[in-house]
């Protein structure tokens, strides 16, 4: 049986930078079975999170230019090689945009993330009508409250081993 799991940005940046869960991440990601897929808006927000971590050289978590661009590199070769899907979905849909609106209202968080949650619930799976149910990874309290108060699949990376 197949696995289908979201990836949020932060999941993303986990995957191409060393922090806390990215091994146990990237080992989870390479297991038989799963697909994983994100939205077009976390790709390109993992994309800035990487220009930060670079640009703010403050940031305890800062990353040389060479480690940006190499971050950034293998992002893009995780889809490239097809380890993760884009889910290409557009924010312009008015029925879409209300109904993340109303989320980011309920649930205090920004309106990417009710985005993505929308993406999930109406997204390729969901269209196909299949018994997969899809599951978000995400290291985010907001979102992980948000995902549940909506009636999504949702984890975090310390919960993968019991997946």
């Keep these: 049986m197949f696995k289908f799991h979201y990836l949020d940005a932060n999941c993303l940046v986990k995957l191409v930078v060393v922090e806390a869960g990215s091994k146990e991440l990237h080992d989870h990601c390479e297991k038989q079975g799963l697909i994983c897929a994100t939205t077009n808006f976390c790709f390109y927000e993992a994309l800035g999170v990487l220009k930060t971590k670079w640009v703010q050289k403050n940031r305890a978590d800062h990353i040389s230019e060479e480690t940006y661009l190499a971050a950034c590199e293998e992002l893009c070769a995780l889809v490239e090689d097809g380890k993760i899907q884009i889910e290409e979905v557009a924010i312009h849909d008015r029925e879409s ?59 975090r990376i310390s919960e993968l081993n019991q997946a």
Excluded: C, W
Excluded at 102 to 116: C, E, G
């Design 97 to 155: 945009f209300n109904e993340s609106e109303k989320i980011t209202k309920k649930y205090k968080i920004d309106l990417s993330d009710s985005f993505q949650l929308v993406s999930i619930k109406r997204g390729m799976l969901a269209q196909l009508k299949t018994p997969i149910t899809p599951e978000l990874i995400s290291e985010d309290r907001g979102v992980h409250k948000a995902a549940i108060g909506e009636g999504l699949k949702v984890m």
